[in-house]
């Protein structure tokens, strides 16, 4: 099991161009959420997904961003354009209802740290 | 609307001293209660849950949890602490059903040698 796995691990980026986080969940997992981690917010749900279908996302904090899962092995978190108050480590996780339901816990990814210029 | 507070931004403690770290609920229902750690550049780790039967639940690391129901708490404990305990500690929670967990702010945890 080689956990979730989210690329890349650091981005640098200047303010107003396009950042794609892409995020492998475990296999088998129905349950993929993103979250945001900052200093000053703590983390923060942005949207989770089930199934590969959204189910959730008024976590997003703007138009600016948009998540896709176009199958079970693969979700990407866009941010178009970026501020530099994106600046975050963002986290992928996933989850597995299918045996403990509610019991289950998250996987969470070793994050991608962005960073906004 | 599900909530959880940890009071302390940081708690330091002795290497070998018992530690706690506090965590209280706010949920209407059931709470499913966790705890996770995050070491430095790393995501969280499940350490431990709640989800009924048994008060005292018992996790990863040597690490258990307390749930409290009239004082809706969940404070993770340690009878001896570790220098390598010293990580980032969050409590969770979500209502019954596949709601996702609602995270506290977190905990940094200290251990000094």
């Known amino acids: 099991d080689a956990g979730v796995i989210q690329s890349p691990r650091h981005e640098v980026t200047e303010m107003g161009q396009e950042v794609t986080l892409r995020c492998k969940p475990i296999?088998?997992?129905?349950?993929l959420f993103w979250y945001r981690q900052t200093m000053m917010r703590g983390l923060e749900l942005l949207i989770y997904?089930?199934?590969?279908?959204?189910?959730?996302d008024s976590g997003m904090p703007e138009d600016r961003f948009s998540a896709k899962m176009p199958n079970a092995s693969f979700s990407t978190l866009k941010i178009q354009p970026s501020e530099p108050r994106d600046s975050a480590v963002y986290f992928c996780?996933?989850?597995?209802?299918?045996?403990?339901?509610?019991?289950?816990?998250?996987?969470f990814g070793n994050g991608t740290r962005l960073t906004v210029t | 609307a599900q909530s959880v507070a940890q009071p302390e931004d940081q708690v330091n403690v002795a290497e070998g001293n018992p530690l706690t770290v506090k965590c209280t609920y706010s949920?209407?229902?059931?709470?499913?209660l966790f705890w996770y750690v995050q070491y430095p550049n790393r995501g969280l780790q499940f350490l431990l849950k709640?989800?009924?039967?048994?008060?005292l639940v018992k996790g990863s690391y040597g690490f258990e949890a307390e749930f409290n129901k009239s004082q809706t708490s969940f404070h993770l404990k340690k009878p001896s602490a570790l220098v390598s305990d010293s990580a980032l500690y969050f409590c969770?929670?979500?209502?019954?059903?596949?709601?996702?967990?609602?995270f506290g702010k977190g905990t940094r945890l200290s251990v000094i040698a």
């Open positions: 996780a996933s989850r597995d209802t299918s045996g403990q339901g509610a019991n289950s816990p998250l996987h």
């Open positions: 296999s088998g997992h129905d349950y």
């Open positions: 997904f089930n199934n590969n279908v959204p189910i959730d």
């Open positions: 949920v209407s229902g059931n709470p499913y």
């Open positions: 709640y989800i009924t039967g048994d008060n």
């Open positions: 969770a929670v979500r209502v019954s059903g596949n709601t996702p967990l609602v």
